[in-house]
């Protein structure tokens, strides 16, 4: 089983910050890692796919590399939109699996 | 626009069953491969079973197999977990989700509001 470890589990950034959020997988899983957004009270939804293909409708200011093991999700340009819970997942082998996820804030 | 509302959850003693439905909407389901996840107060989410597009495969992670049963009705749009002998740690919100991909292989995508199951005596 692929374990994902996610950090930070929180972070508090000001509007127009350039945010990131790590995930280091136990080992390697090519670039099957797909990223996900989660506001409060909706439906997670995808943002990034394969590690760094963004999801058509989603702003380019989300950024997704990384292969192998260590994968990052960037946020350019914090708008207050982006506070939500974000966590990453691995398909690459079953079970998939997921990070802890990293609750961000917007000051 | 894909909709997934999922139904079924409450309060269930240890040891007891449940049936979590989930009703799909704005998409043809029946060509999408469809999966459960949860998650548990304060932890990330968990991926739990896959099931093929016609029924005819299903996956679980190995804390719920034999326990938990993936299942579809394509003519109802809708999607099934049968959960027995339920246990503390089952206590979460289950989310039901599309997978990605025509071979089932990319992961979840498109997923619902969830629905809360709590295991407590």
């Known amino acids: 089983e692929t374990t994902l470890t996610q950090s930070p589990a929180f972070m508090s950034a000001t509007p127009g910050d350039k945010v990131t959020i790590s995930c280091k997988a136990s080992?390697?899983?090519?670039?099957?890692v797909n990223w996900y957004q989660q506001q409060p009270g909706e439906a997670a939804i995808p943002i990034i796919q394969d590690a760094s293909t963004l999801v058509p409708g989603v702003s380019p200011r989300f950024s997704g590399t990384g292969f192998g093991t260590d994968f990052t999700l960037t946020i350019y340009d914090l708008e207050s939109e982006d506070a939500a819970y974000y966590f990453c997942?691995?398909?690459?082998?079953?079970?998939?699996?997921f990070g802890q996820g990293t609750k961000v804030e917007v000051k | 626009e894909v909709q997934l509302v999922e139904s079924g959850g409450g309060v269930v003693q240890p040891g007891g069953s449940l049936r979590l439905s989930c009703a799909a909407s704005g998409f043809t389901f029946r060509t999408y491969w469809m999966s459960w996840v949860r998650q548990a107060p304060g932890k990330g989410p968990e991926w739990l079973a896959n099931i093929k597009r016609d029924g005819s495969k299903t996956s679980y992670v190995d804390s719920v197999k034999g326990r938990f049963t993936i299942s579809r009705d394509n003519a109802k749009n809708s999607l099934f977990l049968q959960m027995y002998d339920l246990r503390s740690e089952d206590t979460a919100v289950y989310y039901c989700?599309?997978?990605?991909?025509?071979?089932?292989?990319?992961?979840?995508?498109?997923w619902g509001l969830g629905t809360l199951v709590t295991v407590s005596s």
């Open positions: 997942l691995q398909h690459d082998n079953l079970p998939w699996t």
């Open positions: 989700a599309t997978v990605r991909g025509d071979t089932g292989d990319y992961g979840v995508d498109y």
């Open positions: 080992q390697d899983i090519d670039d099957d």
